[in-house]
């Protein structure tokens, strides 16, 4: 990678390769798509994030910035410095591949989202495309909590969900020793109390009875009664195949599937009966 600071140049080596024909001069990465050519570019992004973040820590110091200043930073640095964004996706791949064990698909996709906003608030907040572990301040994580109730419109306690997404990626970094000084030491979470409203049975008779022009409105309509009945998060439900349905020596319907955490009751795979009559109506639901 090349370094110019007033008319001066220096290249620095990252100690990655990328085939010829794979290089793309225009873009300045690889332009293969498996996984030997993506990964340079994502190490080569960090690479320049770091070598901006030292010009920044000068420009703020007051001295004369060098070529040489920018590069002796960067190389008495362990390589193996850790930045936020990359200890997120290692854990969100680790993730992926434990799916259907020790995690389930949707609480990936969660963390995953978490990763996408942080990326987009460390670009818009920092100029940067990724951010040192060690350079958290812990106004990063208020700001962070205000760009998700500003730019991504997210509740009081959606917002604590990605923070806590992101408290687990801290811990994770903390007992690496990737990170000197926790940027969570004194911040709490204030969930706010929320009162759901439930439907009567009568209620849910006139939904039942309702009838609907649009096929996939109907779908929906059947998918919410099902989940009334037996408890089942929609997340749940789509998990659901025929195979998940169980009958008893008595003849009664048994769902049997990994339930997402919605709730603390349930965080392992449990037995759902399913109610008789409620059998009869919604067995030809189709999973």
């Known amino acids: 990678m090349r370094i110019t600071v007033n008319g001066c140049i220096v290249d620095i080596s990252i100690k990655r390769s990328c085939p010829v024909d794979l290089w793309n001069q225009a873009k300045e990465n690889s332009k293969g798509k498996d996984r030997m050519s993506v990964e340079p570019n994502h190490y080569l992004e960090i690479t320049r994030?770091?070598?901006h973040q030292?010009?920044?820590?000068?420009?703020?110091?007051?001295?004369?910035?060098?070529?040489d200043l920018v590069r002796k930073p960067y190389y008495d640095v362990d390589e193996d410095n850790k930045t936020l964004l990359q200890v997120f996706r290692e854990h969100n791949e680790q993730s992926r591949k434990l799916i259907g064990k020790d995690f389930i698909s949707k609480t990936v996709q969660r963390y995953e989202?978490?990763?996408?906003?942080?990326?987009?608030?460390?670009?818009?907040?920092?100029?940067?495309?990724d951010i040192a572990l060690n350079n958290l301040e812990a106004n990063f994580i208020s700001k962070f909590d205000a760009f998700l109730k500003i730019e991504k419109g997210c509740a009081q306690n959606s917002a604590i969900t990605?923070?806590?997404?992101?408290?687990?990626?801290?811990?994770?970094?903390l007992e690496n020793d990737w990170i000197k000084k926790d940027p969570f030491a004194y911040y709490r979470?204030?969930?706010?109390?929320?009162?759901?409203?439930?439907?009567?049975?009568?209620?849910?008779?006139?939904?039942?009875?309702?009838?609907?022009?649009?096929?996939?409105?109907?779908?929906?309509?059947?998918?919410?009664?099902?989940?009334?009945?037996?408890?089942?998060?929609?997340?749940?439900?789509?998990?659901?195949?025929p195979e998940h349905l169980l009958k008893d020596n008595k003849g009664e319907?048994?769902?049997?599937?990994?339930?997402?955490?919605?709730?603390?009751?349930?965080?392992?795979?449990?037995?759902?009966?399913?109610?008789?009559?409620?059998?009869?109506?919604?067995?030809?639901?189709?999973?």
Not at 162 to 173: G, T
């Open 49 to 51: 994030s770091h070598v």
């Open 54 to 67: 030292i010009y920044r820590e000068l420009e703020t110091s007051g001295k004369v910035i060098t070529v």
């Open 113 to 129: 989202t978490t990763t996408r906003y942080l990326e987009e608030f460390i670009k818009k907040e920092y100029q940067l495309s």
């Open 162 to 173: 990605r923070l806590k997404n992101l408290k687990k990626i801290i811990r994770i970094a």
């Open 189 to 241: 979470f204030k969930l706010k109390e929320t009162y759901p409203e439930f439907l009567t049975m009568d209620e849910i008779k006139i939904i039942l009875a309702k009838e609907f022009t649009i096929k996939r409105v109907e779908q929906v309509r059947d998918v919410f009664i099902f989940c009334s009945y037996t408890g089942l998060a929609f997340s749940d439900v789509k998990d659901l195949s």
């Open 253 to 287: 319907l048994w769902i049997k599937i990994f339930l997402s955490f919605h709730s603390s009751v349930f965080s392992s795979k449990n037995l759902h009966r399913l109610n008789t009559s409620l059998a009869k109506s919604m067995i030809q639901i189709k999973f």
